[in-house]
C-alpha cells in the first residue's frame, strides 16, 4: 500500500507542478508556423514488349515488367501524400520543427502482378488505416553575429545527389559573406526502406559525411558538393549556371558535373562496379509566354556497373518522366553507357494554364549491342490558386534493343495530379 500511496502523491504533485507553469493554448501556438501540402495522383503505365509480353512465370502469372496493362499488371495506381510542418520558436535562438507525413500507393483493380506468395504481392484496395508519421523533427539554433545556423535531428538531406530523402545527422550552415553559403553535413542513416527510391547499392546504409558551397552572385550562381560515403565512396559535384537577358527575353546556360571514386574493395577485380561520371549542360529561357530548354546528358559504362545519385534523380539534370529509369539508363546505379541529347517548348496562357512538349533521344551502349531510347512528353498544368494547381502529362518512351531474338519495348505512362500547399 505504500507504494501505491507514492504513487498517488507523485502523480498529484505532478499534476499540480504543470499546472503552475501551464500557459494559455493562445500563447502556446503565438510563436508557431504552421505549413503543409496535400497531393493525389493518378498513375496509369501500360508497357508493351511484343512477344515478351504474354511470357509468364512458373504459377502461370504474368511477370512483372513485360505484361500488358496498367503499372505492367493491369492495374492503376492512386497516390496519396500529405504534410503537416509545426515549427516554434523554443527560447533564445532555439527553434523545432516537427513534420508529419501521410503517404500512401493504393492499387486499383487487381493486383500488382507478382506471385501471391512473394514478399512483394500487392492486392489491390482502399486504405483507411495508415496514419500520419513524424518524418521530419530537428533542433535548430541560430547565431546571428557569425550568421551560423546549426541543425540536428531528423531532416531533408538536401543534396545534389538526393531529392527528397530524409537522414538522421546534422548540418550546418554559414552565411556570413553576402552570397555564398557554406554547409558542412553529417547524415548516420536514412530513410531507405520508407522511400523507394534509393540506389539498390549498399552505399544508401553507409554514413555521409561531407561539405558544400553555394555561391549566388546574380547573374552568376555556382554550386560545389564534396562528400563521402563510409566505406564506400568519395562523390563530388559542380553546378554552375549564368543568366542573361534581352528586353523581356530571359536565358540561363547551366552545366553539370558529378564524379565518384570508390573506394578499392568494390572495384577490385571480378567485381562489375567502377568509378562514375555524369556530365550535363542545358540552355533554356523565356520569350513572352514561351518557354523553351534543350541539352546534352551522358553517363555510365559499357561493361560496368555505375552511380549517379543516391536517391530519386537527385537534383541534376534530367528531362522527361520514364527514360532515366529505363534499363541501363537508371541514374541510382546501372550498367549502360548512356548519351542523350533534350528539347522542350512551352506556352502559358494568361499565366495560369501551360502546355508543353518535350523530347528526349539518344543511345544506351553496352559492350556488345546497344539500345536506341527515345521519350516524348506532352503535358498541362493549370494554376487555379496561388495555393492549388491541377497538372498532368502523358509520356511515351520507345526502347529499339538492337539484338536478334529481342522484341522492341514500349511504355506508356499517364499522370494526373492536383496539388495544394500553404
Not at 540552355?283 to 530548354?293: E, V
Not at 523530347?359 to 536506341?372: A, M, Q, R, S, W
Not at 498532368?392 to 518512351?397: C, N
Not at 536478334?404 to 492536383?418: C, H
Request: aromatic share 16%; no cysteine.
Amino acid at each position: 500500500m505504500k507504494l501505491v500511496k507514492l504513487s498517488l502523491v507523485a502523480a498529484l504533485a505532478a499534476g499540480a507542478f504543470s499546472a503552475a507553469n501551464a500557459v494559455s493554448l493562445e500563447e502556446a501556438i503565438k510563436d508557431v508556423d504552421v505549413s503543409g501540402m496535400f497531393r493525389y495522383r493518378f498513375e496509369s503505365d501500360r508497357y508493351d514488349a511484343g512477344k515478351n509480353a504474354h511470357k509468364t512465370d512458373d504459377n502461370g502469372r504474368p511477370v512483372p515488367g513485360i505484361s500488358n496493362g496498367y503499372n505492367s499488371s493491369k492495374n492503376n495506381e492512386h497516390n496519396f501524400k500529405a504534410q503537416l510542418n509545426f515549427k516554434a520558436a523554443l527560447d533564445d535562438n532555439f527553434k523545432a520543427f516537427v513534420q508529419f507525413q501521410y503517404n500512401t500507393s493504393e492499387l486499383g483493380y487487381g493486383d500488382n502482378g507478382v506471385n501471391p506468395n512473394n514478399s512483394n504481392y500487392k492486392k489491390s484496395g482502399t486504405n483507411t488505416h495508415d496514419t500520419f508519421a513524424v518524418n521530419q523533427a530537428y533542433l535548430e539554433y541560430t547565431n546571428e553575429a557569425y550568421a551560423t545556423n546549426v541543425i540536428f535531428g531528423k531532416m531533408e538531406v538536401g543534396s545534389i545527389w538526393t531529392d527528397d530523402a530524409v537522414g538522421t545527422g546534422a548540418k550546418v550552415l554559414n552565411n556570413s559573406i553576402e552570397g555564398l553559403t557554406f554547409a558542412g553535413y553529417w547524415f548516420d542513416s536514412f530513410n531507405d526502406e520508407d522511400d523507394g527510391d534509393f540506389t539498390g547499392l549498399g552505399i544508401k546504409n553507409s554514413s555521409l559525411y561531407g561539405a558544400a558551397v553555394l555561391g549566388d552572385f546574380d547573374p552568376f550562381a555556382f554550386q560545389v558538393w564534396a562528400a563521402y560515403a563510409n566505406s564506400w565512396a568519395f562523390l563530388y559535384a559542380v553546378d554552375a549556371s549564368y543568366k542573361f537577358a534581352f528586353n523581356d527575353m530571359n536565358f540561363k546556360i547551366q552545366a553539370q558535373y558529378l564524379g565518384n571514386s570508390l573506394d578499392s574493395e568494390h572495384t577490385k577485380a571480378g567485381s562489375t562496379l567502377d568509378d562514375g561520371n555524369f556530365y550535363a549542360g542545358k540552355f533554356s529561357g523565356q520569350i513572352s509566354a514561351f518557354d523553351f530548354q534543350a541539352g546534352v546528358v551522358g553517363y555510365g559504362e559499357k561493361d560496368k556497373d555505375t552511380l549517379v545519385t543516391l536517391e530519386d534523380l537527385g537534383r541534376v539534370i534530367a528531362p522527361g518522366q520514364q527514360i532515366f529509369y529505363s534499363d541501363g539508363s537508371d541514374l541510382r546505379g546501372d550498367m549502360g553507357e548512356n548519351f542523350f541529347y533534350f528539347a522542350g517548348l512551352g506556352y502559358t496562357f494568361a499565366e495560369t494554364l501551360r502546355v508543353g512538349f518535350d523530347y528526349i533521344g539518344g543511345k544506351t551502349k553496352y559492350e556488345k549491342v546497344d539500345t536506341d531510347k527515345y521519350e516524348m512528353v506532352g503535358s498541362i498544368s493549370y494554376a487555379y490558386s496561388p495555393k492549388l494547381t491541377f497538372s498532368g502529362f502523358y509520356s511515351y518512351l520507345s526502347e529499339d534493343f538492337n539484338t536478334a531474338g529481342v522484341d522492341n519495348a514500349d511504355d506508356q505512362f499517364i499522370r494526373l495530379e492536383a496539388l495544394y500547399k500553404f
